[in-house]
Nanobody, 116 residues
Framework: QLQLVESGGGLVQAGGSLRLSCAASGITSSIHAIGWFRQAPGKQRELVAIILSGGGTNYADSVTGRFTISRDNAKNTLYLQMNSLNSEDTAVYYC??????????WGQGTQVTVAS
């Protein structure tokens, strides 16, 4: 069974950077899209960035130019490099995988807090 485990969250000053990691284990060949969502207090979970099956990427408008999603297939790890962070980036960040013929998989989440 596929599992996703995030790491790398924490407290950072506005303007700073963080890199999130998502380690995938299990039948990783079943993944056809993988990415990051986030949920701020009182708000709905939203897509941050995703890598699609063909290798293309999509970003939320609010993070375009500041965040970069990437993956290391040899390590079965997904990354989210976050630069120029601001208070609106404060949220729990979740790793997400769309899986063939099965329900999507979510990680447990990692908290990112940006202090202004």
């Amino acid at each position: 069974q596929l599992q996703l485990v995030e790491s790398g969250g924490g407290l950072v000053q506005a303007g700073g950077s963080l890199r999130l990691s998502c380690a995938a284990s299990g039948i990783t060949s079943s993944i056809h899209a993988i990415g990051w969502f986030r949920q701020a207090p009182g708000k709905q979970r939203e897509l941050v960035a995703i890598i699609l099956s063909g290798g293309g990427t999509n970003y939320a408008d609010s993070v375009t130019g500041r965040f970069t999603i990437s993956r290391d297939n040899a390590k079965n790890t997904l990354y989210l490099q976050m630069n120029s962070l601001n208070s609106e980036d404060t949220a729990v960040y979740y790793c997400y995988a769309a899986v063939r013929n099965a329900a999507p998989i979510w990680g447990q989440g990692t908290q990112v807090t940006v202090a202004s």
